[in-house]
Nanobody, 126 residues
């Protein structure tokens, strides 16, 4: 499975961006896809995840109410709509894929994912 993330860029605080992650390659199953981010000098952190069949979503508290994760099964693509962006949202954003079932809470653990995209830079200016 290959993942291609896109949509990052430079935006002013309060602005919006939509990230996309296109999945390609053969897979027997898809349970969930997620978004993580890593700011300079900081550890990678969970942002949001979505299950592929039931569209159950799960968000980090820091983005709840501002970010929305969604997916398009026909396009094998997951999206992250980011509104009301803050300078602290500045990071490289990565999408990730998990094939097998797990708990929703476990989707916040990056070690639970099978494949990762290359990352897209999001910079929010104050």
């Amino acid at each position: 499975v290959q993942l291609q993330a896109s949509g990052g860029g430079l935006v002013q605080a309060g602005g919006s961006l939509r990230l996309s992650c296109a999945r390609s390659g053969r897979t027997l199953s898809t349970y969930a896809m997620g978004w993580f981010r890593q700011a300079p000098g900081k550890a990678r952190e969970f942002v949001a995840a979505i299950t592929w069949s039931g569209s159950t979503t799960y968000y980090a508290d820091s983005v709840k109410g501002r970010f929305t994760i969604s997916r398009d099964n026909a396009k094998n693509t997951v999206y992250l709509q980011m509104n009301s962006l803050k300078p602290e949202d500045t990071a490289v954003y990565y999408c990730a894929f998990r094939a097998g079932m797990t708990t929703i809470a476990a989707l916040a653990d990056g070690n639970r994912y099978d494949s990762w995209g290359q990352g897209t830079q999001v910079t929010v200016s104050s």
